[in-house]
């Protein structure tokens, strides 16, 4: 409401999917403009629009941004205790591929405007493992970015 009122001239954090499905129409209408995206990887839909770890200027700088952003590649994900026998693992994650490419899902998810773009399991443990990797003074300068 502050934007349509001009009280002020932006706004941060908002998932993309979340954006057409409040405003749609200020985006079809030139009124609102994604800058800049904050993620590791581009959406499809915003090919042209950068990701903030584009505008760093060291590699410890852009290291530090992919280990904040690392939390949105994952969204809300599913977790097994330690110790899951790996063949466990493998049937879990078949079942949440499977589930996540239901057509019924699917047709649901798009009927009310959700986004239904899943990560795989072995995805996630990727970047679990990669943050959980990240150096002492590259994680002190993600927090120094986030203050």
Partial sequence: MAMERGEVAGRCGWSWSSLQALHADMISNGKMRVLVQLGLTKHPDLPNVPLAQ???KTDDQRSALELIFARQAMAWPF?????VPK??????????????ADPELLAAAQKSGLELRPVSGADVEKIVD???????PLVKLASELLQ
Avoid: I
């Fill in 130 to 136: 990669k943050a959980y990797r990240t150096p002492a």
């Fill in 79 to 83: 977790a097994a205790p330690a110790g």
């Fill in 54 to 56: 584009d505008f760093a």
């Fill in 87 to 100: 063949a466990r693992v493998d049937e879990l994650r078949k079942a949440f591929s499977s589930a996540t």
